[in-house]
Nanobody, 133 residues
Framework: DVQLQASGGGSVQGGGSLRLSCAAS????????IGWFRQAPGKEREGVSL????????YYSDSVKGRFTSSIDIAKNTTYLQMNNLKPEDTAVYYC??????????????????????????WGQGTQVTVSS
């Protein structure tokens, strides 16, 4: 069975840091695209970062660029989201999602759609991140 296990959420004050992890079982990150997404109360799920497991190419939303860094450890089949200089507006449930394709020209919307299809992708459970001012 394919599983994505997200962890690392918590509560921090503004300006603080957290590192989220997403460990996969049942498939390898290599040759696939892993994304981090978040959903705040009353808002739609939005993309945060994408990483191509094969070449390590990363892509970030404008709201987190320069503060968040996505990385991947192929040996551990785990991806990480290092979040620095956190702001209250970063408060959300964070999800990792996988698309069983290389990143190419795919964007956040495409990755979310692919991850919704169990034959072509998968989602992990969410982890709560709360940032206080």
């Amino acid at each position: 069975d394919v599983q994505l296990q997200a962890s690392g959420g918590g509560s921090v004050q503004g300006g603080g840091s957290l590192r989220l992890s997403c460990a996969a079982s049942g498939f390898a990150f290599e040759d696939n695209t892993i994304g981090w997404f978040r959903q705040a109360p009353g808002k739609e799920r939005e993309g945060v970062s994408l990483i191509d497991g094969s070449v390590g190419t990363t892509y970030y939303s404008d709201s987190v660029k320069g503060r968040f860094t996505s990385s991947i450890d192929i040996a551990k089949n785990t991806t990480y989201l290092q979040m620095n200089n956190l702001k209250p507006e970063d408060t959300a449930v964070y999800y990792c999602g996988a698309a069983y394709y290389g990143l190419g020209d795919l964007g956040f919307s495409a990755i979310m759609t692919i991850a919704d299809d169990p034959e072509h992708g998968s989602w992990g459970q969410g982890t709560q991140v709360t940032v206080s001012s």
